[in-house]
């Protein structure tokens, strides 16, 4: 367990090294020259956006903007029509994550001493799911939100949370966590964890 992240930090962190100081050679008979691809412009609220994540079909993104005022979650079509307003409470919110079936999106607020909310990606009633949490992930079936706790740059604790709320968040791989720093997460369709960042128990 713990050996094992340690390694993946390492081999990783090694990888990435040796990318950055010895870039790979083109193949041969690629161009030296950069390739021009086109940007399009998606949003254009006023005030800022943050936090943008596209819906799982490639149609829609979901943002945090504050051209109400204060961040909101936003929705936003590819194909040009208005951006749907789905939040407006005078909390801020951020951090939106869509489900895997685009039917819902999770996403965090500061209301009522904060936590993460669940509402349709079409708008309409928000539910509680926690009290607490950031960074908001769903599980690859769609049957859990995976989130961190702690600090937002390290974080100290991970939960995992059903998205039907029945029961409270549980605490994953507490013992591995414990004292260490940690920067990000994801979640893989086997149902293993991969954690980035540093283990207390490696120094």
């Known amino acids: 367990g713990a050996f094992a992240a340690r390694v993946l930090a390492v081999g990783a962190g090694g990888w990435w090294y040796r990318q950055r100081a010895s870039p790979a050679p083109p193949p041969s008979g690629a161009s030296a020259t950069p390739v021009a691809r086109p940007l399009t412009r998606l949003t254009f609220d006023e005030g800022l956006q943050t936090d943008a994540t596209f819906s799982p079909d490639g149609r829609s993104i979901a943002y945090a903007s ?107 791989l507490g013992e591995l966590m414990r004292g260490g720093a940690w920067h990000s997460f994801a979640p893989h369709p086997d149902g293993r964890i991969s954690l980035y960042g540093l283990d207390a128990k490696s120094g």
Not at 98 to 118: C, Q, Y
């Open 66 to 172: 504050d051209r109400a005022g204060n961040f909101d979650i936003w929705v936003q079509a590819l194909d040009g029509s208005q951006p749907r307003q789905l939040t407006n409470s005078p909390a801020p919110e951020t951090q939106p994550a869509w489900s895997p079936d685009g039917k819902t999106i999770v996403f965090r607020s500061d209301r009522d001493r904060g936590g993460l909310f669940l509402t349709n990606a079409h708008g309409g009633p928000e539910r509680q799911l926690s009290s607490f949490g950031v960074n908001p992930v769903w599980s690859p079936d769609g049957s859990e939100i995976l989130f961190s706790s702690g600090f937002a740059e390290l974080f100290t604790g991970l939960h995992a949370v059903a998205a039907d709320a029945g029961s409270p968040p549980l605490v994953l």
